[in-house]
């Protein structure tokens, strides 16, 4: 509101003036509505407040006020284990040993790690216990995914095939290539993936025996890893049933 002042002159008689100033004040009411915005829960509901002002004030819930409905996305699902062994029947290799397709009569040893590429391959050995007469054996690899593994780790690279097979005989520590058992049986041809387990083969378990396997791989696929049966496993087993 804003005072105006308005003056004003009025005359008695001819032989007398006087001045007189009269002072009325105007007040000019204005109403302007502003607009507040509130945001509750996810539905933006807005309400107006109508109050004597200067001016009209339009809050954007995009801009002024955080809207609820802008939630954080969770975080990706952490990948699942392929394949759990405690508390299962299995069987671990006893003897892991690689073979050098060039140095054909270098002896590499016995280790923890199974390594094939285009110029190693490995020989497993497991020993079928009598408790397993009549049951049956199937012989798994098991390549989890990065992330789910508490005490192992393993490098994949190149692209091809690992082919898996039954040997004639079992490998020793001071085994090579060039006296490497002879091949019985080509079971499997896998070009692997992280994350998953695979079957290789099902058989009779040979109970009281010791039965031998290799991995070998085609192309430029290679890969090494710890054997490991803690949470989540990797590597070659035998599950019994």
């Known amino acids: ?21 009269s002072t ?34 339009t809050v954007s819930p995009s801009s002024s006020v955080a809207s609820s409905s802008s939630a954080v996305p969770p975080p990706p699902a ?9 508390g299962t029947n299995f069987e671990f290799p006893h003897l892991i040993v690689a073979l050098d397709r060039v140095h054909q009569s270098m002896q590499l040893g016995n280790s923890l790690n199974g390594y094939a590429s285009p110029n190693v391959s490995s020989l497993f050995n497991f020993d079928i216990p009598a408790s397993d007469a009549g049951k ?27 082919e898996f097979a039954a040997l004639k005989g079992s490998a020793n520590k001071d085994m090579t290539y060039g006296s490497a058992p002879a091949v019985k049986k080509h079971m499997m041809s896998i070009a692997m993936v992280p994350g998953n387990a695979y079957t290789i083969g099902e058989f009779k378990c040979p109970a009281g025996e010791q039965v031998a396997f290799s991995m070998s791989s085609t192309g430029s696929a290679s890969l090494e890893y710890f054997q490991d049966f803690n949470p989540c496993p990797v590597g070659l087993y035998i599950t019994v049933a």
């Open 24 to 57: 009325s004040t105007r007040y000019t009411t204005k109403s302007i509505t502003s607009t507040v915005t509130k945001c509750a829960s996810s539905t933006v509901t807005p309400t107006t407040v109508t109050s004597t002002s200067c001016s009209t004030l």
């Open 78 to 86: 952490k990948p699942s284990c392929p394949a759990n062994l405690i």
């Open 1 to 21: 509101m804003s005072p105006s002042t308005v003056s004003s002159k009025s005359a008695s008689t001819p032989s007398s003036t006087s001045t007189r100033t």
């Open 136 to 162: 049956m054996c199937t012989l798994k690899f098991i390549l989890p995914a990065e992330g789910t593994m508490e005490t192992s780790s393993y490098e994949l690279s190149g692209s091809g095939h690992f």
